[in-house]
């Protein structure tokens, strides 16, 4: 499985983002597809999560600002991202979740600045 993530870049608090995971390979081997982000001498944390028969998990400082979803004819999960608040700065990396390995993406760099 090979996982290349889109869509990061430079935001003032209050703005938006829409990031994107391309998924290809094994795609069959998926059960779930996981967004992650990692804050500058933080430990990385689980942000979202959606399975492919489609549902979703967030961790409590996201919910009703960001929204996880698949395009599964595209193989793409996407996160939406709104109210952007300068502690969702980060690299934010997707994982592909399956009944062996998990497989991480490269990672894209979100900063929440004005």
């Known amino acids: 499985v090979q996982l290349v993530e889109s869509g990061g870049g430079l935001v003032q608090p209050g703005g938006s983002l829409r990031l994107s995971c391309a998924a290809s390979?094994?795609?069959?081997?998926?059960?779930?597809i996981a967004w992650y982000r990692q804050a500058p001498g933080k430990q990385r944390e689980l942000v979202a999560r959606i399975s492919w028969s489609g549902n979703t998990n967030y961790v409590d400082s996201v919910k009703g600002r960001f929204t996880i979803s698949r395009d599964n004819a595209k193989n793409t999960v996407s996160l939406q991202m709104n109210s952007l608040k300068p502690e969702d700065t980060g690299v934010y990396y997707c994982?592909?979740?399956?009944?062996?390995?998990?497989?991480w993406g490269q990672g894209t760099q979100v900063t929440v600045s004005s």
């Open positions: 994982k592909a979740e399956t009944l062996g390995p998990d497989y």
């Open positions: 390979g094994s795609i069959s081997s998926i059960y779930s």
